[in-house]
T-cell receptor, first 122, second 106 residues
Framework: EVQLSESGGGLVQPGGSLRLSCVAS????????MSWVRQTPGKGLEWVAG????????YYADSVKGRFTISRDNSKDTLYLQMNSLRGEDTAVYYC??????WGSGGAFDDWGQGTLVTVSS | TQMTQSPSTLSASVGDRVIITCRAS??????LAWYQQKPGKAPQLLIY???NLESGVPSRFSGSGSGTEFTLTISSLQPDDFATYYC?????????FGPGTTVDIK
């Protein structure tokens, strides 16, 4: 059974930084593309960033480009999201999600973590 | 590509046939997935590539469509199905979610 477990969320002031982690188990982690998806409280879902299985290719939503960095350590089965210059509109639950395919960008997301809440406020 | 869903809220009873529509602002072929989300939980994949049922998902769920218009059908609504449903377009490393449809108890 695939399990994804996020951590690192919390309260941070505007302009601050935070690093999220997502540890995977029960899966050949390096085989799959991974993404971060966020959900504003009471609102819908927004894809934030994605990374290929090897880590060679990364992709970002326009709303976070230049401020967030996605990375992975396949030796530790761990996905990261470094978030800098945080704004109030970044407040959300952040999920890591696994692509269902072992090639390309992975397609749809067949496994999700439980989410970690990031609150940006003074 | 912008994704829209209708209706935004749907009130239904157990046993009802439920249809949710998702539209894309341009053709997306069949690169569409459907997710179910319950309060406080992560989304769960139901359908991928417009009409393929994810493993373990009950057969009362089905998806259809291609191009710009897609539907998710629940053939006979069960108590466990009251939730919010999202469509998602995926193409390479581009992902776009619809705004969601909440199915609540009539």
């Amino acid at each position: 059974e695939v399990q994804l477990s996020e951590s690192g969320g919390g309260l941070v002031q505007p302009g601050g930084s935070l690093r999220l982690s997502c540890v995977a188990s029960g899966v050949s982690f390096a085989t799959y593309a991974m993404s971060w998806v966020r959900q504003t409280p009471g609102k819908g879902l927004e894809w934030v960033a994605g990374i290929s299985g090897s880590g060679d290719n990364t992709y970002y939503a326009d709303s976070v480009k230049g401020r967030f960095t996605i990375s992975r350590d396949n030796s530790k089965d761990t996905l990261y999201l470094q978030m800098n210059s945080l704004r109030g509109e970044d407040t959300a639950v952040y999920y890591c999600a696994k692509g269902r395919l072992t090639w390309g960008s992975g397609g749809a997301f067949d496994d999700w973590g439980q989410g970690t809440l990031v609150t940006v406020s003074s | 590509t912008q994704m829209t869903q209708s209706p935004s809220t749907l009130s239904a009873s157990v046993g009802d046939r439920v249809i949710i529509t998702c539209r894309a602002s341009e053709s997306i072929d069949s690169w569409l997935a459907w997710y179910q989300q319950k309060p406080g939980k992560a989304p769960q994949l139901l359908i991928y590539q417009a009409s393929n049922l994810e493993s373990g998902v009950p057969s009362r769920f089905s998806g259809s469509g291609s191009g710009t218009e897609f539907t998710l059908t629940i053939s006979s609504l069960q108590p466990d199905d009251f939730a919010t449903y999202y469509c998602q377009h995926y193409n390479g490393m581009f992902f776009s979610f619809g705004p969601g449809t909440t199915v609540d108890i009539k």
